[in-house]
């Protein structure tokens, strides 16, 4: 089968589509988002309490911008290409709020049918970072500050990749239960039926398949695409 050529900028829209959708899917499971996803999802729960307009996506930029802020103090240096990293967050942001109002809020009381929710959000965003995995084209911050840090202080990436995640899952259970302090409310039996704070037993299940989905989706779009870039010169002056 003939590849679909120069298809870089292409594959970076479809991983901003469907991240988006795929994250908005898996919160609608109720059932926990992913620990990247956590962090907005607690501060936008706590902040529309005394700011109704205040959405997931909104939360997501401004958390993404002090994770750069953040970046920049670590490695004490800052590059213009930072500021396209905060620009797809903010793009992400968007297209997150598009999503989740798209899906609206009307609940599913079928937990069956919620964990195949959680599944399917999974797979479409595993889909979509597989395809950021293959252009040139500025990442968010997120996956900018992992491979800042490697490249600063010559650590191995995937160790840095972890620890990453799992700092940002200690945040949101801190941010959780400073913010609301209901920890005493907390029913560890029913975090496979429902999410605390959009945390429960569904973030350590993303957590253990989508490394895995990631990589075979990879293989998926390696055999379809050839990621050469439609505009060389972009590429040359904001590549990664």
């Given at each position: 089968m003939k590849k679909i050529s120069?298809?870089?900028e292409l594959l970076w829209l479809f991983g901003m589509i469907f991240v988006a959708f795929g994250v908005a899917i898996c919160s609608?499971?109720?059932?926990g988002v992913s620990m990247i996803a956590a962090p907005a999802f607690v501060i936008r729960e706590a902040v529309s309490k005394v700011w109704q307009d205040f959405s997931v996506g909104m939360a997501e930029?401004?958390?993404?911008?002090l994770l750069l802020i953040i970046l920049c103090i670590a490695v004490r240096h800052f590059s213009w290409r930072y500021l396209l990293a905060f620009a797809t967050a903010v793009l992400y942001?968007?297209?997150?709020?598009?999503?989740?109002w798209l899906i609206g809020d009307a609940p599913y009381d079928a937990v069956w049918l919620r964990w195949v929710m959680l599944i399917v959000g999974d797979i479409v965003t595993a889909f979509g970072v597989a395809c950021f995995f293959r252009t040139y084209m500025p990442l968010q911050v997120y996956e900018l500050f992992v491979a800042e840090i490697a490249s600063r202080f010559r650590l191995n990436i995937n160790k840095v990749k972890w620890t990453f995640d799992i700092s940002l899952l200690v945040i949101s259970v801190v941010l959780a239960l400073i913010l609301f302090g209901d920890a005493d409310t907390l029913d560890l039996?029913?975090?496979?039926?429902s999410s605390f704070h959009s945390m429960g037993l569904g973030t350590i299940v993303t957590v253990i398949i989508n490394s895995p989905i990631i990589a075979l989706l990879g293989k998926l779009l390696d055999r379809i695409f050839d990621p050469t870039p439609r505009f060389p010169k972009l590429k040359s002056t904001i590549g990664r």
């Open positions: 120069r298809s870089s609608k499971a109720d059932l930029y401004l958390f993404q911008g942001g968007y297209t997150l709020n598009f999503f989740l039996s029913r975090l496979a039926t």
